[in-house]
Every structure is written in structure tokens, then in C-alpha cells.
């Protein structure tokens, strides 16, 4: 997958991110920031990369994956909006692809406690249920 990502990555400037892509990605850092088992490794188009969870857990040879982000602007959007149906089809439409799938579902789940979005959570989270009473 890495070689994959190196040679499909289509380089752009972070100016040509949007405000509300900005806004999102943020939101979507913040409220993972406490899923701290295991680690999952992004990649963006432009070329940045970033980590969430703790690459030193005793779990980083089981729940560690490579996320690319393929569509900033919708992955974050979906995700923080819809969370972890959002999530799901974003990865079917193509927002984003990763090394192990397994992986990174083993990541939500060995972390479901902290996630805000990740259904079965007892965290709160007011935006999806706002989303879903439309």
C-alpha cells in the first residue's frame, strides 16, 4: 500500500484546501484524540501525514493500519457529520482506501469507549444524534 500511495499521490498546495475541509479535519482530530489503542497512519494528497491513537500501544502490532485519504473533503465531512456510517460510505464510494481493512476496524473497536461517533459508544455525541432526527 505505501508503494501505491507514493506513486498515486497527486501533489497540491494546503491552500487549496477548503475552510470547511479544514474545519472538519479538526473536528474529526479532536474527537479521536482519546482513542488511544493501537494507532492508524494517514496519508492526504497533498502529502501530509498524520497519526491517530498511540504508535507506542501494546496493541500497535494488531490495530495498526495505513489510511489514504483519497477525497479530504468528503471523508472528513461524512465522518464528523455521520460518524461511523459516514465513515463506512465513504470508504465504498472511494474517499478513502487503506492496507488492512481489518485493521482499521479493529482499531474503532478496540476503541469504541472513546469515540464520539463509533456506534455502542457512551460518549456523547450531539451532532450525529442531531443528524439522524433528520
Do not use: C
Not at 477548503?18 to 492526504?44: P, W
Amino acid at each position: 500500500m505505501e508503494k501505491i500511495i507514493e506513486n498515486e499521490l497527486t501533489q497540491s498546495n494546503d491552500e487549496e484546501v477548503s475552510l470547511s475541509t479544514k474545519i472538519y479535519k479538526k473536528i474529526f482530530q479532536s474527537a479521536t484524540r482519546d482513542m488511544q489503542n493501537g494507532s492508524l497512519r494517514f496519508v492526504e494528497p497533498s502529502g501530509k501525514r498524520f497519526h491517530l491513537g498511540d504508535i507506542n500501544s501494546p496493541f500497535k502490532d494488531y490495530h495498526n493500519a495505513l489510511i489514504q485519504v483519497n477525497r479530504p473533503e468528503n471523508f472528513y465531512k461524512r465522518t464528523v457529520l455521520l460518524g461511523d456510517i459516514g465513515f463506512a460510505e465513504s470508504y465504498l464510494d472511494g474517499d478513502w482506501d487503506t492496507d488492512s481493512i481489518t485493521n482499521v476496524l479493529s482499531w474503532f473497536l478496540l476503541n469504541v469507549e472513546s469515540g464520539p461517533s463509533v456506534s455502542g459508544s457512551k460518549k456523547f455525541k450531539p451532532h450525529i444524534k442531531l443528524m439522524n432526527f433528520f
